[in-house]
């Protein structure tokens, strides 16, 4: 059984019932499932996930007027609940702490967007890194009587402004131009094959971050992000070159076909930029579509930040 699915079936088994026998009266207020880290609420965790901070468990969330009434009661209560079902026993890692139980629906997305509430603004969306939002609308929730939980991650989950995917995407260009078009090269000029290493993993990360931008998606910390990267319908081509790319040394042997690689992937981001009509330039060089979409910012604190500034 997949975490996700014991989860349910252990709120279902434990939860619903404690909430509807011993918690009637706050019913209308409560909202619950499985949100944020670990592998479960991805759908990613598999026989390797179950060493540590993997069992039953969910999350119970409260607006704070009403966990401030009942919150203590309801994790003792919550706390009183089998550890162990269907042969699965939770092993809590220091680190994994606080996954699971009852919290405050503001607590709980402050936690991951430094916010009680949802984003107003488009400099309270572009401080919000996307590996902390694709924490904050995974998994699944089980029930939601009032809608205020839902209603926040709906808005979550419809993905940053405009003006501030522009922001970002102009980052992301600008770093692929600067680390994989002008830095691996020279460094593998110099023969220095430690600094085009690193040019290689910068030019990577950020390269698999445009693609999860192009795709109106959040990119998980790095662990998951290629494994999420198999589930987007757009720029499939480009997650296969930057997976041939990383696995290709960074020698001499290999330094023809990896700037052949990278070369390539920008053009396909380029050309994806101009399909979106988010760019005009047909430049190879990325860098001339990230001071296009500079120049394409409404919002005028965002348009005079520095081309590579990213909360990311």
Known sequence: M??????RAYFE??????????????????????VGEGSECFGFDDEFSRDHDFGPGFCIWLPQEVY????AAMKQAYEALPAEWQGVRRIQSPQGGGRVGVFSIEEFYQRYTGLTHA?????????IPQSFLAKAVNGQVFCDYRGTFTEIRNILKGFYPIDVVRKKLAAKTAVMAQSGQYNYPRCMKRGDCYAAYMSCCEFVNTALSAVFLLNESYMPFYKWAFRAAQ??????GVTAQLRELVMLPDSMDNRSRKEWIIENICIEIGRELNRRGLTLTTDSFLQSHGEELMRSISDSRLKNMHIMVDQD
Do not use: C, H, V
Request: avoid cysteine.
């Open 2 to 7: 997949k975490g996700m699915e014991l989860s």
């Open 13 to 34: 088994e434990f939860g619903r019932p404690m909430i509807e026998k011993q918690f009637a009266g706050y019913k209308d207020s409560i909202a619950a499932g499985l």
């Open 68 to 71: 401030t009434k009942t919150g």
């Open 119 to 127: 984003p107003k603004d488009n400099m309270e969306w572009l401080r």
């Open 231 to 236: 589930e987007l319908t757009l720029l499939k």
